[in-house]
């Protein structure tokens, strides 16, 4: 088994109802809005001036909102209906796509828990089912494990697929310059990234104690982009402990460091808790796309984040075996798992 070097910061905070919700969060937004529109313009001194706010946000946040970041509001309503009409299908339509070693499919309510954060004990399942999509490079979704009967499902997915990696690869160069790299220094480190499209669908739900929508976790992702929810739900942790709800910002994305970002930053950048709650009456539905690097990559800290004389704070470790650790602990599917096992 692959050992993960502690990376997720430890927590004390254990909601359950919605009193203990309420009690506990706050809804001052404290995560920057980061207009895009002039750095996409091409405006000169745009990248510098973007980069600087991103680099604030994750080091103080490590989420933030972009605006005016050139996906159309009609293809993210699209995908998001995509994400209703394959959850409205029958259970065992669901069933038939049951995940696979790879981790592409279908994973039912209650079928994953959220094993490797620290951030609450006594884990229990997730109130979520979800469809993922994943692929290495440009398979264009030849792998993926497609609906039989949802014409046009596939076409939209794929769709919005491609948007968020061409959104993802035009935000890589303000993450360098973030960390006061070469604007082009990531690129040949994400040429064949990682990438996963997940199809989430929280049931309406009353939450028991430690039961979540989906537990506190911070995503394994170098980014996250989380394109802006209608229904609430989503909460973060602050550096000082609190948990605020994610503001609403109209056809925006959310973007959060994920554990990748943190490590290859040396802890720079910071990978913030969250968890999502569907506390309406009716469903709530989320379209994350997580975006790594190469899959061999090995995350020890960039350049610029390196301490002379001192260890890393992590222990180097490639992409590929932090995501086989993270699919062990959380769902127990890896292929290197069942091959263990055999
Ligand atoms: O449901 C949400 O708003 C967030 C989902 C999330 O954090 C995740 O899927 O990693
Ligand atoms: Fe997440």
């Known amino acids: 088994m692959v050992r993960c070097p502690a990376g997720t910061p430890a927590g ?6 919605r009193a203990a919700m309420a009690a506990d969060t706050a809804s001052t937004p404290a995560i920057p809005v980061i207009d895009l529109g002039p750095y996409l313009a091409g405006k000169p001194g745009a990248p510098e001036a973007t980069a600087a ?36 299908q029958p259970l065992d339509a669901k069933l038939a796509l049951r995940v696979d ?11 994953s828990t959220t094993r490797h954060s620290r951030l609450n004990a006594d884990n229990q399942p997730n109130e979520n089912e979800a469809y993922f999509m994943k692929r290495v490079g440009e398979d ?22 491609a948007a968020m990696d061409a959104l993802a690869q035009r935000l890589l160069p303000l993450y360098a310059m973030a960390l006061d790299l070469p604007a082009d220094w990531f690129a040949p480190h994400c040429d064949r990234p990682l990438t996963g499209l997940r199809f989430t669908h929280y049931p309406p739900a009353r939450y028991g104690a430690n039961q979540f929508g989906l537990a506190p976790h911070a995503d394994t992702s170098f980014i996250t982009l989380l394109a802006q929810n209608r229904v609430p739900g989503l909460q973060l942790r602050t550096t000082d402990g609190a948990w605020i709800d994610a503001p609403v910002v109209p056809d925006s994305f959310v973007v959060n460091t994920g554990e990748v970002l943190h490590r290859w930053s040396n802890g720079r950048f910071i990978n913030t808790p969250h968890r999502a709650y569907n506390l309406s009456p009716g469903p709530r539905y989320a379209i994350p796309y997580f975006f790594h690097p190469n899959p061999d990559t090995l995350m020890e800290p960039v350049p610029s984040c390196r ?36």
């Open 12 to 17: 004390q905070n254990r909601p359950s109802r």
């Open 53 to 88: 706010q991103l680099r604030h946000a994750n080091e103080t946040i490590g989420f933030l909102t972009i605006v005016n970041h050139g996906v159309p509001a009609s293809l993210v309503e699209e995908a998001f209906a995509a994400c209703a009409r394959f959850h409205a």
């Open 101 to 111: 070693g790879e981790f592409r499919g279908y994973v039912p309510v209650r079928g």
């Open 140 to 161: 264009a979704g030849a792998t993926d494990r497609w609906p039989a009967g949802l014409p046009g499902f596939r076409e939209v997915a794929l769709r919005y697929y």
């Open 307 to 342: 301490v002379p004389g001192e260890a890393p704070r992590y222990a180097p470790m490639t992409v590929g075996d932090y995501m086989a650790w993270f699919r062990q602990q959380n769902y127990g599917l890896s292929a290197k798992a069942k091959a263990d096992a055999a």
